[in-house]
Every structure is written in structure tokens, then in C-alpha cells.
Nanobody, 128 residues
């Protein structure tokens, strides 16, 4: 059971990146997927999540309108399209999975929640 985040890199302010979160060893069909990030010296913060069917999405205020989360269950992959990137978006981005949407939304909102599966991160660096 594994999640693998990829797609990070170096981009200039105002640029775009698309992150991918691929699952192996289990089907994403029954899981809500969340994206989190941790900047150097900062605590981890929630970014966005998407329910198992894709019909429910949630974004933290700082990325709303700039980031778009989507999923392709046939490919067992969730995507995070990031536009209009800012230096403050620089962080290691992680994806996580849990069967319960409310649990993931709570974690995105900073509440202490146990999420079932975590992936390794991918580094996004936005230069000014």
C-alpha cells in the first residue's frame, strides 16, 4: 500500500506545475485524497482534498482560485494543478489517503487527524 507524489520542480513566480499522486497496492476508488505541504521550518499545512467520486473538493484559503484538484480513478491517480505560483507556495508537497472525507477535511483544516496512507513528498520551489 503506497502513495507516490511526483511532479515537483523549480518554477518562477506566476508559473504552473501539476503534481500527481499515484496509488499502488490499493484502489483509490474508496478513498478521499488530500494534499498537504510543509515549508522549511514550518508546520505541515493542508492544501486541498477530493472525495472518492471527485464530486467533493476543498481548498484552503491561500490556494483557492489558483489550485485545482482532480482525480482519475481509472489511473489510480490524483492531480493538483497549481497556477499563479508564489514564493510562499515553496514547500514539500505530500498526498495522503483516507476512506472518510470528513477526516481528511479536518486534517486540511489543521485538526489532528490520523490519515491511513501517506506518500513521500515532492519538492516545489517557486523563485521570485
Amino acid at each position: 500500500v503506497q502513495l507516490q507524489a511526483s511532479g515537483g520542480g523549480l518554477v518562477q513566480t506566476g508559473g504552473s506545475l501539476t503534481l500527481s499522486c499515484a496509488a499502488s497496492g490499493f484502489s483509490m476508488d474508496y478513498y478521499t485524497i488530500g494534499w498537504f505541504r510543509q515549508a522549511p521550518g514550518m508546520e505541515r499545512e493542508g492544501v486541498s482534498c477530493i472525495g472518492n467520486s471527485g464530486s467533493s473538493t476543498y481548498y484552503t484559503g491561500s490556494v483557492r482560485g489558483r489550485f485545482t484538484i482532480s482525480r482519475d480513478n481509472a489511473k489510480n491517480t490524483v492531480y493538483l494543478q497549481m497556477n499563479s505560483l508564489k514564493p510562499e507556495d515553496t514547500a514539500v508537497y505530500y498526498c495522503a489517503a483516507d476512506p472518510d472525507l470528513d477526516t481528511v477535511v479536518g486534517a486540511i483544516n489543521g485538526r489532528r487527524r490520523y490519515l491511513e496512507v501517506w506518500g513521500q513528498g515532492t519538492l516545489v520551489t517557486v523563485s521570485s
